[in-house]
């Protein structure tokens, strides 16, 4: 047990003292600094938990059904994590945590992976059809969730901005972002079809993913599944409840907080497994992990979000980014697709991928 503890796969799981560490600190009222930083901990285990399940229900229902679990609970704890923020009209926070969400597995986990990976190699090499596939998935949502905001710069009264927690655009501007929402999931749809079914064998998930699943029954994992997704609703809730007085009294504004810390406890599980698979010079699952999952955000939870907008919350949220996630989402993308287009990676190129993030990070910090 210790072993698997402090093992790469099982780190996330010495977390979960905070779990209940954040609830006891909720009830007693302590300071929000204190409750949002052992909820934000406490995420970290129980997205971990949330992903070993998927891993386990897609190895015991096959390729098929098993990538479709994979792709669709994949990102399951941003999805949560935004609901709540959601209903508490938070909504630039979590259009600033969909960025961060983008730019954390292209910049951050990819150049991380490429790093790691590469740094005892000369080179390393992933399917470039496949990571070209994504690459350009990615950019094509990315126009289409920028589209909104452009019809804004020319019809409205400008972008929002950075200090905001909710901007009322109007009913042109919603009902675009309806219409760019119900694209987006058409498109994720034909994406699924085109990963798991016509196109199945570039991606061939099941093969990378036998050292990570497959000792469960399928009750265990679905009950596993359920509790992970309870205790993140927890943790969810408790955290972004925090957020407002939290950044107050540490000095952050919250859209450092939603762009760069949600974003990352969020993932900080999926994101691990990225780079422990680069170290084993499984570049393909490390490049499908990264850039996949930055498709996912664009292309299902941004739209997914915009239409619960309508039914939770007090207003509906517009697909309008400020200026600076705008910037930030679409350099991090042509980045994306100049370093997956040859299909090969050095530890130099991941070491460029951290520091555009880190300039990113203190451009953010000062905004």
Known sequence: ?????????????????????????????????????????????????????????????????????????????????????L????????????????????LLVMGAAMLVGGWKRERQT??????????????????????????????????????????????????????????????????????LRTHR???????????????????????????????VGVMSEILVGSISEASESIGLSEFFVGLIVVAIVGNAAEHWVAVLVAAKDKMDLAVNISVGSSAQIAMFVAPVLVLLSFFIGPSPMALVFNGLEIAAVMLAILIAVHVTNEGESTWFEGLQLLAVYAVIGLTVYFA
């Not at 929000?32 to 052992?38: G, K, P, Q, R």
């Not at 909504?91 to 969400?101: D, F, I, N, P, R």
């Not at 710069?153 to 901005?161: A, E, M």
């Not at 998930?205 to 265990?220: K, M, Q």
């Open 126 to 195: 992933f399917n470039q059809t496949a990571a070209t596939a994504q690459s350009a998935m990615l950019l094509l949502a990315a126009i289409a969730l920028f589209m909104p905001a452009l019809f804004q710069l020319v019809h409205g009264d400008g972008l929002p901005g950075i200090g905001d927690e909710r901007v009322d655009f109007g009913s042109d501007v919603e009902s675009l972002s309806i219409a760019v929402a119900l694209i987006l999931l058409l498109s994720y749809a034909g994406g699924l079809l085109f990963s």
């Open 201 to 231: 064998d570039l991606f061939n998930p099941e093969s990378e993913l036998e050292d990570h699943a497959g000792g469960w029954s399928v009750r265990t994992a679905v009950l596993a599944l359920a509790g992970a997704g309870l205790a």
């Open 1 to 85: 047990m210790s072993r698997f503890l402090f093992s790469g796969k099982g780190w996330p799981y010495l977390l979960v003292p905070f779990i209940p560490a954040a609830v006891a600190l909720e009830v007693a009222h302590a300071s929000a600094a204190l409750i949002f930083s052992a909820a934000a901990l406490g995420v970290v285990p129980t997205a971990a938990l949330m992903g070993r399940a998927t891993e386990e229900l897609a190895a015991r229902a096959g390729p098929g059904i098993g990538g479709f679990l994979n792709v669709t609970f994949g990102n399951a704890p941003e999805l949560i994590i935004a609901f709540f923020a």
């Open 87 to 106: 209903k508490e009209g938070l909504q630039e926070v979590v259009k600033a945590s969909l960025t961060g969400s983008i730019l954390g597995n292209i």
